[in-house]
């Protein structure tokens, strides 16, 4: 090796990231919630493909994707008050093992030639059930493995694997299908993860940070009130939830919905090139997340949250309009840049801004507001589909989102100047 590149490799692993890097415990969550997200990545397409081959309904796939998202509604909240005061590891590892037996149940009943569409939808509401769990404590367990000084530099480098793993999971996802029918997809989800589970094994355990006796804990009803009035008594918190919760609605839960349906019936795709355009998107968070790993002390953060939020909604408006693949591609790319701000910035606001004992149901209410609504947003979106066309539901999005965000940034300042 020459000393030009020793010396480089010395300077990478005295950098910041070189240093959240070294840490065991944070390579093993690297790694976990990398596996976890290469299925994911795929998850919610095949339920969506699954659905369109079996009833050819964009309204039924406005459904399916309800059902993976609307449990977000009722255990984020209670999932992110049990964060706050077990081992948030256990948890993590329990959520995947429930997820793997759900999809290797599917994918047997695929098998026997049994499934129908009420019996995918009931399985799709079964899988959001242990993604609603899982989201929490995954996302509480960073600040207590990664020194505060350091927190966005293991945001990005969580997302930057993210992103990786969604890349090839929604690439991966579209090809097994094609290969070996939507039953091999499922398998390869359980496959997943089972590895995300096994990984989580190296990182500590995270017990009880409420500071409570035993014997002297508030009720988990409780506990999610002390969130809540947390986040209220933030305005800039409160303010980052509504912007989280408008883009799950408004963006999230139609794009996921609507683009299989337009690669499928306006774009003339099979499974792999629908797939291949969720891939592009990952590719572009991939590329942002690298951008801002290079950032030292980003500011103004608030500001580019919500400029970005608007330059969105330009490029879904694009989406929609779009009859040609290559077109929808590089929108695709662009929306897929902008998506690496606004994880990594959201996460580092959030927690940045958020004391420990109260992590786990801050994180909660995060994963709540954008996951929460996505599911609503693919149920309009379905509906709209149908009446109007799915192109043009993604353009009347893409307008209110343009709308919504010069709304928030006039009467939020809070977000606006959060930094």
């Not at 790694?31 to 699954?50: A, E, H, M, P, V």
């Not at 093992?97 to 939808?121: C, Q």
């Not at 091999?184 to 995300?196: E, N, V």
């Not at 969130?227 to 912007?243: A, E, N, Q, T, Y």
């Amino acid at each position: 090796m020459s000393a030009l590149s020793t010396s480089a490799l010395v300077r990478l692993r005295r950098s910041p990231l070189g240093q959240t890097v070294a840490i065991r415990s944070f390579r093993h969550y690297w790694s976990s919630t990398f596996f976890y997200f290469l299925g994911f990545g795929s998850q919610r397409f095949t339920f969506i493909w699954l659905v369109l081959e079996l009833s050819g309904n964009a309204w039924l796939a406005g459904v399916t994707a309800f059902a993976l998202g609307i449990p977000a509604f009722f255990i984020s909240l209670p999932a992110g008050a049990y964060a706050d005061r077990v081992d948030r590891k256990k948890m993590v590892v329990c959520s995947n093992v429930a997820g793997g037996a759900v999809s290797m149940l599917i994918a047997l009943l695929i098998w026997a030639d049994v499934i129908t569409v009420a019996l995918a939808i009931i399985v799709a509401l079964a899988t959001g059930v242990t993604s609603a769990a899982v989201q929490p404590p995954m996302l509480a367990i960073i600040p207590t493995i990664v020194p505060r000084e350091r927190l966005m530099n293991g945001i990005v480098l969580r997302t930057m694997g993210q992103n990786l793993a969604m890349v090839l999971g929604a690439t991966v996802g579209g090809v097994v299908i094609d290969m070996w029918n939507i039953g091999g997809a499922f398998a390869i989800l359980t496959l997943m993860y089972a590895l995300s589970a096994f990984a989580m094994f190296g990182v500590p355990s995270q017990r009880d940070g409420e500071g409570h006796a035993e014997g002297d804990r508030p009720s988990i009803r409780e506990s999610v009130g002390e969130g809540l009035r947390f986040i209220r008594s933030s305005p800039g918190l409160l303010g980052l939830v509504i912007l989280l919760a408008v883009i799950g609605f408004v963006m999230l839960g139609p794009v996921f919905v609507l683009i299989p349906e337009i690669a499928k019936d306006d774009l003339g795709q099979e499974a792999t090139g629908a797939s291949i355009l969720f891939a592009i998107t990952s590719s572009g968070m991939l590329v942002m997340s690298i951008a801002l790993a290079a950032v030292s002390n980003l500011r103004h953060k608030g500001a580019v949250l919500l400029i970005t939020m608007m330059t969105g909604g330009v490029i879904v408006v694009a989406i929609g309009a779009s009859k040609w693949y290559l077109l929808t591609a590089l929108a695709m790319f662009l929306w897929g840049l902008g998506g690496g701000i606004l994880i990594n910035l959201n996460q580092t606001l959030a927690q940045s801004h958020t004391p420990d004992e109260m992590m786990g149901r801050v994180m909660s209410v995060v994963t709540l507001a954008i996951t929460g609504m996505m599911p609503l947003g693919s149920l309009a979106a379905g509906a709209g589909a149908e009446f109007i066309g799915a192109g043009e539901w993604l353009m009347v999005c893409g307008v209110a989102l343009v709308l919504i965000g010069a709304a928030l940034w006039v009467r939020l300042p809070a977000l606006r100047e959060m930094n």
